[in-house]
């Protein structure tokens, strides 16, 4: 069935640096592939979006590509901040309606 | 507006109880997603509904658990008998429907412990 693949697991970076979330997906039909954050006991919320018509997109501190013959994209956070830390999804898109989602990374900003 | 609305958002129950939990969609959304979030199995769909018809329940557990939509503005997910592996949060989701309109608004979650 269709499947997302979300690596790493975890994953902690110096305030400053920059953090890099990888996803790959099966199904090559997928057209929109959104980037979901998730704070310590909140719902998760949209960040940022791509669609397949784009290779790249960036929103300040935040860029998502997108390879879609290898089928993969990733999620790019620059500059990081304490702020950022939070469990972050990828997810891809399944027929007109529905999406499916990574296990998540947890992203640890350390001071 | 206020949001995707879930009730309660925390429930404990015992083992064997029914257990039914509540959710009101974002008006003028048409599509409504059921999930559940744990540890180690990360956030699942059970079921979503396009104008209030269920289109995929491909994500149900098993025959415990089932969902209604009966209008645009109320979904539930029911489960019985409750078992403590249920125990997880459970978030609803709308969206407009549309080719291109993805994005889903997440509810606050229901908390789900079940002794």
């Known amino acids: 069935g269709e499947n997302v693949e979300q690596h790493p697991s975890t994953l902690s970076v110096q305030e400053g640096d920059s953090a890099v979330i990888k996803c790959t997906y099966s199904?090559?039909?997928?057209?929109?592939f959104p980037w979901y954050k998730q704070e310590l006991g909140k719902r998760p919320q949209l960040i940022i979006d791509?669609?397949?018509?784009?290779g790249e997109k960036k929103d300040q501190r935040i860029a998502v590509t997108l390879n879609k013959t290898a089928k993969h994209f990733s999620l790019h956070i620059t500059e990081t901040q304490p702020e950022d830390s939070a469990v972050y999804f990828c997810?891809?898109?399944?027929?007109?309606?529905?999406?499916?989602f990574g296990k998540g990374t947890r992203l640890h900003i350390l001071p | 507006d206020a949001g995707v609305i879930q009730s309660p958002r925390h429930e404990v129950t015992e083992m064997g109880q029914e257990v039914t939990l509540r959710c009101k969609p974002i008006?003028?959304?048409?599509?409504l997603f059921w999930y559940r979030q744990t540890m180690m199995r990360g956030l699942e769909l059970l079921i979503y509904?396009?104008?209030?018809?269920?289109?995929?329940d491909s994500g149900m557990p098993e025959d415990r658990f089932s969902a209604k939509m009966p209008n645009a503005s109320f979904s539930t997910l029911k489960i019985q008998p409750s078992e403590p592996r249920d125990s997880a949060v459970y978030f609803c989701?709308?969206?407009?429907?549309?080719?291109?309109?993805?994005?889903?608004?997440f509810g606050p979650g229901t908390r789900l412990t079940v002794t």
């Open positions: 989701a709308s969206s407009p429907s549309g080719a291109m309109d993805y994005e889903q608004y």
């Open positions: 199904d090559s039909a997928s057209n929109y």
């Open positions: 791509i669609r397949s018509n784009v």
């Open positions: 997810a891809a898109s399944i027929g007109d309606d529905k999406i499916i």
């Open positions: 008006s003028g959304h048409n599509s």
């Open positions: 509904f396009n104008n209030n018809v269920p289109i995929d």
